[in-house]
């Protein structure tokens, strides 16, 4: 269980990060798609660039291994061009609606969000139906 | 203590989030994502009867994903109860009239407002059918904002960059052509 402690630990940070950043405010989101303010923009350019730049690090500097000696490999997406743009706009759609995407759910949902728990119950229930129309949708 | 109520940059936000694809694969060489946990749900959920090929798999290989997203609703438990920002949102001048515009109110002391988050059963039906449209399409998308616009971007990966253009187009139709008449006609 011990083992489990690092991704408590990265997980509660990323919660946190995400409330009071207000990444998790549907307010936040309306804002953004309207071209209101930097501050979204801001948090998604300078976590894509750190992200970016820690991953070369490792790339270059490290020894490529993870603390339990695995050799750290960056999987690839699966090629395809259809279901992510579909997904996305889906996805997209309901984000744009709601306010929320899958990381701030479950961060509203520990702040005892009633809509936001609605809202994640929803998301098994399309999660759910995905998986058994999987075939019969273009990918 | 003052910094753990106020609400935080995006200079402090930002990097504290892209840091999480590092972490990830420096602690136990796995990728950072979110809506996976969606899947991993439903696997175990999935009743012996109803048997959908998406959701049988070994779900125990990615315990570590469910309990970062334990601690995502514990950090936010924290940071939304425990350290709660006595202060609303902070809203540019411009998103303000918007609202206003719309029908809603200024955001008081919750990060989602009242008018679409209240316990309502107008409220809870629109709230439902927005997780689906969530769920459903991250998983169709294979990611969402983390797994896609975060890791899937900073490592490079095209479908990502097709997944975020979806995602942002997605947001721009619902934000600017419904939401307006969400309240109000």
Redesign the interface.
Known sequence: ML??L??????????????????????????M??F?????????????????V??Q??RRH?RGQ???G????????????G?????????????????????P????????????M???????????????L?QH?PH | MDWLTRPWPWYVAGPIIGLMVPLMLFIGNRSFGISNNLRHLCAITQPGKVDVEFFRYDWKEHVWSLVFVTGTGLGGYLAGVVFADPNPVQLAQATQDMLLSWGFLLPADSLVPDELFGASVRNFTFLFACGVLVGFGTRYAGGCTSGHAITGLSTLQLPSLYAVLGIFTGGLLASWFFMPHMLIG
């Open positions: 083992r489990y690092p991704y408590l630990c990265s997980g509660v940070l990323f919660g946190f990060v995400l409330i009071k950043s207000e990444a998790a405010s549907w307010y936040r989101i309306q804002e798609f309207h209101q303010s930097f501050h979204m923009y801001g948090i998604l350019l300078s976590a894509i660039l750190t992200a970016f820690s991953i690090l490792i490290a993870s603390l339990d695995q050799a750290i490999e960056i999987p690839s997406k699966l090629p395809g061009r279901s992510y743009i579909f997904g996305g706009l889906i996805f997209g759609f309901g984000w744009g609606l709601v306010g929320l995407c899958p990381g759910v479950f961060a509203l949902v520990g702040t005892g969000s009633m809509g936001a609605v809202v994640l119950a929803g998301a098994l229930q399309g999660t759910w139906l995905y998986g058994a999987k949708l």
